[in-house]
């Protein structure tokens, strides 16, 4: 079926160190792989995405990569800031539409 | 700016009411969706538009209705709304060709009690 599975559903991180969070996908067809961020009371808002013709990249601190073949991809956020704290969201595209992950809460301590 | 904009922003309603929440778009659009946000479930899908003569039904169709009334209308209504259908609800607009970022409107905060 159409799915898309998101870990971890928390995380917990001390400002500066690394977050990851990752994906996985149900249909090989898929190929576009957006990442939303959604701050407390606001609309999901676009971060980056990938499309399935590359592997990685990048934009200032954060990063997306993409494994076609295991059908999983990840978001990187490096040298975590207060402000990144927020819900993730990653989705993949099936068909002409998109689907969602279930969501993370990334929590920044400082 | 153009933008999504989803009125209203805040609703209570009774069991049993008929409610529409009502999404308008300035960015030219073709693409529309209307998403439901649960805590642990993310956006699931209720209905999408590809444009005004296309509905189609999404993950969680159940319960809810449709109306594309113009490229840039997209309505939803909930014939009887029951509690299980308390949640925030997001409306959003992709253009018309391929996969691409989709906009989200503000998010409407339903509550029905």
């Known amino acids: 079926g159409e799915n898309v599975e998101q870990h971890p559903s928390t995380l917990s991180v001390q400002e500066g160190d690394s977050a990851v969070i990752k994906c996985t996908y149900s249909d090989s067809a898929s190929n576009y792989f957006p990442w939303y961020k959604q701050e407390l009371g606001k609309r999901p808002q676009l971060i980056i995405d990938i499309r399935s013709n590359v592997g990685e990249k990048k934009d200032q601190r954060i990063a997306v990569t993409l494994n076609k073949t295991a059908k999983h991809f990840s978001l990187h956020i490096t040298e975590t800031q207060p402000e990144d704290s927020a819900v993730y969201f990653c989705?993949?595209?099936?068909?002409?539409?998109?689907?969602f992950g279930a969501g993370t809460i990334l929590r920044v301590k400082s | 700016d153009a933008d999504v904009t989803q009125t209203p922003r805040n609703r209570i309603t009774k069991t049993g009411k008929r409610i529409m929440l009502e999404c308008s778009q300035t960015k030219g659009h073709d693409r529309m969706y209307w998403y439901r946000q649960d805590p642990g479930l993310g956006l699931r899908l209720i209905y999408y538009s590809f444009d005004v003569k296309d509905i189609n039904k999404g993950e969680i169709s159940d319960g809810y209705s449709v109306s594309r009334q113009a490229q840039a209308k997209f309505s939803l209504s909930l014939e009887s709304a029951i509690p299980n259908q308390t949640a925030l609800y997001f409306c959003a607009t992709q253009a018309g060709q391929g996969n691409t970022e989709a906009f989200f409107g503000q998010g409407t905060r339903l509550t029905v009690v």
């Open positions: 989705a993949a595209s099936y068909g002409n539409k998109l689907v």
